[in-house]
């Protein structure tokens, strides 16, 4: 949200052109890899916490039914971690 406010006012700002050196600091420099460096950083960070959510869930009862499931399909648990694995961001 704060990147979308962000964006809102340096658009208004370049429409009413008040401000030429942020046309200037937006043309000539390579902001738009510094941002998508900044974003993948992010999706990286929430990637790490849904692994760190998803084990702190394993413990006991479900890392049992995840262990017997695995035996039942014939494969091993770190392949049935795997297949239990839920979403995550792409970066």
């Known amino acids: 949200m704060v990147i979308s406010l962000c ?11 008040q401000c030429n050196a942020i046309k200037y600091w937006l043309v000539y420099s390579n902001t738009q890899y510094f941002c998508t460096a900044v974003i993948r ?19 006991g009862a479900n890392r049992a039914r995840v262990q017997e499931a695995a035996k039942l399909e014939g494969i091993t648990f770190e392949q049935a971690m795997e297949r239990r694995k839920g979403y995550r961001y792409l970066y």
Request: net charge negative.
């Open 7 to 17: 964006a809102l006012v340096i658009s208004t700002l370049l429409a009413l052109g």
């Open 41 to 59: 950083q992010i999706l990286v960070r929430e990637n790490q916490k849904l692994d760190a959510d998803e084990k702190a869930a394993m413990e």
